[in-house]
């Protein structure tokens, strides 16, 4: 049986603007960055922020179809109520860009960093940050008004969990130069699993959200949704209830402020059991990826037949998936895979407009630059990208739109 895509279905890669761009100065990472013990420097990153041109190409020659990248807040807004024409400017010729080479861009306001000033003012919990996250959205509209798919923002549910991990880190006494950084993203023997998000601050997230969309949906006419991490957590036998709160507090909160929106991003790698003691750490052997995630390319269509029943049957777009691995080949073999349980929810009647991989490019991986996900290696000293055979295999796959 041939899986029957919808028109125009969406087969690309996607990028975050500080994990690529390089020397985001004003953010609070390249704070961190500075500051915390443990943490390496984005520094130049990959220096996407000047040879974006080369890598839409890249995306494009392959056969892909769609390209998703940020535009960075802290750029745009350096100081409060100070806009930079120059930045907008500057986002608005990636746009360009992408559909010259036949991309469609699908592009995210908010991807994990603020602009420092936000967060001295108090970050997402301060008085502020609702009328100042307005202002920034406004502020973009005015680059947006032909793009066709937004994300307001990346993984708001990841976000919580950074801002309940920072008010942990600052309330210990020790100075700020002696506290342990905890990484969001690579897991371990030490930390095997992330805390619970504060659910005041998924509330608080999901009314920017909410702002942010009425603002878009006045002044542009792009499909508006935001993406979600997506663990694809599975009951063992007797532990249902204890799945359905803790999954409550990391995903349902932010699929159910989505049932209003034209569709929900999706972003899944890996998944794992609930028993009666909560999530049951990543088991470390032979098949542990780079960022000590299980190998399970069934995640995908676990997640997507969730958020599919959570949110009551929005459009979904998968705006993440991928794999942490120094082999492609690998890379190939969890992707296929996870094409095929995609496929599989397809034919089962649910409705998903798109796989974009992540990511693009091997990129800083918040804090290290270890793991590597990307389609295309980058040599760090002379910037040089290197198109892995995994570009090539799911360009071949986005021409023939099946596996």
């Known amino acids: 049986m041939t899986t029957r895509l919808v028109p125009g279905f969406l087969w690309g890669a996607s990028t975050a603007p500080h994990q690529v761009e390089g020397n985001n100065l004003n953010s609070d990472w390249w704070a961190s960055e500075q500051l915390l013990p443990g943490m390496e420097l984005s520094g130049d990153a990959v220096d996407s922020y000047h040879r974006y041109a080369e890598d839409m190409r890249l995306l494009a020659d392959a056969g892909l179809t769609a390209y998703r990248f940020g535009i960075e807040w802290a750029r745009i807004e350096p100081i409060p109520g100070e806009f930079s ?95 342990e950084w905890m990484s969001p993203t690579v897991e371990g023997a030490a930390r095997p699993v992330l805390p619970n998000p504060d659910p005041q601050i998924g509330r608080r997230l999901a009314e920017a959200h909410h702002a942010a969309r009425d603002i878009l949906k006045k002044h542009t006419d792009a499909a508006v949704g935001w993406t979600v991490a997506c663990q694809a957590l599975t009951p063992t036998p007797g532990n249902e209830e204890i799945l359905r709160e803790l999954r409550y507090v990391r995903e349902d909160l932010y699929l159910e402020a989505a049932r209003e929106d034209d569709f929900i991003g999706v972003q899944s790698y890996s998944s794992q059991p609930v028993d009666e003691n909560g999530i049951v750490p990543h088991p470390q052997g032979p098949d542990t990826t ?65 796989y974009l991989h992540w990511s693009a490019l091997d990129n800083f991986e918040w804090g290290h630059w270890e793991p590597t996900f990307g389609l295309v290696a980058v040599d760090r000293e002379t910037f040089e990208r290197h198109p892995k055979p995994s570009l090539a295999w799911l360009g071949e796959v986005a021409r023939r739109g099946r596996l």
């Open 85 to 179: 024409r120059a930045e907008l400017a500057h986002y608005r010729r990636m746009i360009d860009t992408a559909r010259q080479l036949g991309l469609e861009p699908v592009v995210t306001l908010h991807h994990f960093t603020n602009p420092k000033w936000f967060v001295d003012e108090g970050g997402w919990m301060g008085e502020r940050a609702i009328e100042r996250f307005q202002a920034y959205i406004r502020a973009a509209t005015s680059i947006l008004d032909d793009v066709t798919w937004v994300c307001t923002m990346n993984e708001p549910n990841m976000l919580a969990i950074m801002v309940t991990m920072s008010r942990l880190v600052q309330a210990t006494d020790a100075p700020a130069s002696t506290k």
């Open 290 to 354: 780079l960022t000590g995630n299980a190998y399970r390319p069934d995640a995908i269509g676990i997640a997507v037949r969730h958020v599919w029943e959570a949110t009551g049957g929005i459009p979904i777009l998968v705006t993440e998936n991928g794999i942490a691995t120094a082999d492609d080949e690998r890379r190939i073999a969890y992707t296929k895979e996870a094409i095929g349980h995609l496929f599989a929810a397809i034919d089962d009647g649910i409705d998903i407009r798109g």
